[in-house]
């Protein structure tokens, strides 16, 4: 998995620009003694904004990268002149990016379209110039207001796949069998657990040149909530997904207790997973025979189920028929997905010293330091009486 090129996880350090200060000029010419305050506004702290590029597929380019600054807005001038704003940094993620954060695992927003774009942190306003603060009974104020200083988080970003129908199952289910079969992907396959680390996407052909998503993610086993096997990891990768797939082999001792072993696991990570379409596939079923068939299904879940087998193309073309029309059922129309704060845990004594390498990634060079003194006001001596 260290090799790996997808990366659906990375933590960086986010830090919008200053504003600038404005400025406490007065106006200055030949043959004009008091020409009065003409100071200008200081220049917008640059914003940090979350863009979605359909042409990344994977978060590996932020994998390095710890540190995002914007830049600072620049001091107002004399004549009135704006200070210049500071440069916006814009991240370019997936679609289907998720941002929490990291300190208090709060929902932050998402990126679902290509071009959407988000504000994550805002940059500082600009001081305004002493030009806004004349009137009558103070035509030469010596004061001008401090530009607002820059917002810092530390934010997690996690991608969560973008597909219609996800393939929850153990290990060795057939999943990833199933996806290179009906599709062009080409997943790891072997006869071991675990063969599948990292979520598959495939393009699924139907009829009449129509086509949907179909997600492999890896296998989860019982007891997944509690941080057995993989974990619920790779889970949220389902949580877009509108239909889910559930994969049994037929040769389990009890299709039914696993179905619900399954459903009990997604349901320990998210109870509105619930609300989703499920569809039951016995996987391998080129080794049952008719009556057999028949028997099991006495005893099935009340969902559509199929018995498969991607080794001979069992009842493939069923199973494209039944997953067609739950994708476009009228129940199935998701409109907002609600997702969840993660659960943020503090490092025990014990782990403390596992994340000294990323304290040390936090360290900020004295340039980047925000100085308080920026903000104190500067007077200007008094023009001296002339002879």
């Not at 960086?12 to 506004?41: A, L, N």
């Not at 210049?84 to 991240?91: L, R, S």
């Not at 810092?152 to 079969?181: H, Q």
């Not at 009340?302 to 059922?329: A, R, Y």
Request: charged share 30%.
């Amino acid at each position: 998995m260290a090799g790996s090129n997808f990366v659906d996880y990375v933590k960086i350090y986010c830090r919008s620009g200053k504003g600038g200060r404005g400025s406490t000029h007065f106006h200055r010419e030949k043959f004009i003694t008091k020409g009065g305050p003409d100071g200008g506004d200081g220049g917008r702290g640059g914003h940090v904004i979350l863009r979605a590029n359909r042409n990344y597929w994977t978060l590996l380019h932020l994998k390095f990268q710890r540190h995002v600054f914007a830049g600072h807005g620049e001091s107002g001038g004399s004549s009135r002149s704006f200070g210049k704003d500071g440069k916006d940094e814009v991240i370019e993620v997936p679609c289907g990016t998720v941002v929490f954060d990291a300190e208090t695992g709060e929902f932050l927003c998402d990126v679902t379209d290509d071009g959407q774009e988000v504000i994550l942190l805002k940059g500082g306003r600009g001081g305004l110039g002493n030009w806004h603060f004349r009137s009558s009974t103070n035509q030469t104020p010596r004061y001008a207001q401090p530009g607002e200083p820059a917002l810092e988080r530390p934010v997690i970003m996690e991608l969560k796949l973008l597909a219609d129908v996800g393939l929850v199952g153990f290990p060795n289910a057939g999943k990833s069998t199933l996806l290179s079969t009906l599709s062009a992907a080409k997943p790891k396959i072997a006869d071991y657990p675990f063969t599948t680390l990292e979520p598959n996407l495939g393009i699924v052909s139907y009829r009449d040149s129509r086509s949907f998503v179909m997600a492999d993610i890896p296998g989860i086993i019982e007891g997944a909530s509690e941080g057995k096997g993989l974990g619920l990891r790779f889970l949220r990768h389902i949580e877009r997904n509108a239909l889910l797939l559930f994969m049994v082999p037929a040769d389990s001792d009890d299709i039914r207790k696993e179905y619900e072993i399954l459903l009990n696991e997604v349901s320990q990570f998210n109870p509105e997973l619930l609300d989703k379409r499920r569809v039951l596939a016995i996987t391998k079923s080129d080794m049952l025979d008719d009556e057999l068939i028949e028997e099991i299904k006495r005893d099935l879940p009340d969902i559509p189920c199929v018995f498969i087998s991607s080794v001979i193309n069992m009842g493939l073309t069923e199973l494209k028929d039944i997953l067609w029309e739950e994708l476009n059922s009228e129940e199935n129309k998701i409109t907002t997905i609600t997702h969840r704060n993660l659960d943020i845990q503090k490092p025990t004594e014990a782990e403390e010293g596992d994340d000294e390498d990323w304290d040390d990634d936090y360290i900020i060079d004295e340039d980047d330091i925000i100085d308080e003194e920026d903000y104190e006001e500067y007077d200007w001596d008094e023009e001296k009486p002339s002879n």
